[in-house]
């Protein structure tokens, strides 16, 4: 543990680093801002890599640095009032895994992709895979938008759609198919396709999807997180429903 | 129409002015910027009360004044690149009104209330009501993240619980019962009440509704805009349900 109180401080620049991608994946690491972030962490069983705390606040673990104010909001890349960050392993398995996968491509934008990352960890999906163009889900927005989900959630790279587990169903604006879950009635093990908000899914993709079905809406549409929550929402329904009272 | 190089033109200081609530709310009126949000506008049937274009641009209306790329940027509230930008006049019902209206208590995020004004719209909710200590509909970021919804969804600010319509049901993550729709098999008119995601809705709010539920999830919790969009789409779900093939 060390007494950090220049933002030249070696170490805090090897963090600031970090907030750029090409970084985060040399390192295989990524970094985590805030009380609620470093304590889903714990939760979750991951320990830090390294640690560091506003000098005197006591907060983190037990081998975090100890960071003068300034120097610390100079990391921060989420603006100031950051009282700690840690460092830790990006983790990503080695292919996209069932029973129910997210497959996005296209998602470019961060707070949706940790949005969809939480909407996975709430209803259980098993895995979150990423295709071209996709927002890095270990960036700041994307973690914080995941609200520490990006710990439990296993994150995946695809190739292509070969690579995805089970049934393909794509979520289509322009499907006639209407998405009905639960999932249990559909495939034993299935991947949900969502595409950019602008664009959806390329017809290449949509055309190796064995199923495409759109959310009922009356108007406009949904952003990418909004159409990946309803539809993790919907395919994981209790297969027997019980009608309101 | 004039043409505008200096970010000290008086019109582009009260433009300025405009990204503080305080001011929306004396003048009633409220900044949109960029190509699509203006175009939205438009779909619906609402004229700008003054715009503003990039010189030479040839974007937005007739009448929009022509500003220099400097002095434009100066006045956006989204950072560089805004092309068009435009002041339409606030919007509010006298009292929220059904038969589907959402009422929020607390939900503090603009980017939060504009997805749900934006879940509103694409669900064909009637009305988005709000409640004590919620972000600004009208500010920048809620305005960006409606997509334009806020130009076509009914928005009502509501006193108390009292204010309204039908039967109200609140979601609440320690419910017993878990939200099932549609809306038709459970009231004619109904509000659906949302707090904030770290706190819920007040124990007193929570009282003065006939019905509480949760969204069933497995792991951690949405924030409002998630479950806002999930219960809408519960509500909005056809009567009768087609199984899946």
């Not at 100890?66 to 398995?93: F, I, K, M, N, P």
């Not at 009905?180 to 664009?199: D, Q, V, W």
């Amino acid at each position: 543990m060390t007494h950090i109180a220049s933002q030249q401080n070696p170490r805090l620049k090897a963090l600031r680093r970090l907030h750029a991608k090409r970084e985060r994946e040399r390192s295989g690491t990524f970094i985590v801002e805030g009380e609620d972030l470093v304590a889903a962490a714990q939760a979750a069983g991951r320990e830090p890599l390294e640690g560091y705390r506003l000098a005197g606040s006591g907060l983190g673990g037990a081998g975090f640095h100890e960071v003068e104010r300034d120097a610390l909001s100079h990391v921060s890349a989420l603006g100031s009032g950051t009282r700690v960050l840690a460092v830790y392993e990006q983790r990503w398995l080695a292919a996209p895994q069932g029973p129910l996968c997210v497959y996005l491509h296209g998602v470019g934008d961060p707070g949706n992709v940790g949005t969809i990352v939480r909407a996975a960890h709430a209803f259980g999906a098993s895995c979150v895979a990423l295709g071209p163009h996709c927002a890095d889900p270990h960036s700041p927005k994307a973690v914080r938008a995941s609200m520490g989900a990006i710990f439990s959630v296993p994150v995946a790279r695809a190739r292509g759609v070969a690579d995805l587990p089970g049934e393909r169903l794509a979520l289509d604006a322009h499907a006639a198919e209407v998405l009905r879950g639960p999932m249990a009635e559909i495939a034993h093990e299935l991947t949900l396709l969502i595409g950019s908000e602008r664009e959806g899914l390329p017809a290449e993709v949509l055309g190796a999807c064995a199923r495409r079905a759109r959310i009922a809406i009356e108007g406009d549409s949904l952003n990418a997180a909004m159409a990946a929550t309803v539809a993790l929402y919907e395919m994981t329904r209790r297969p027997s429903r019980v009608p309101a009272s």
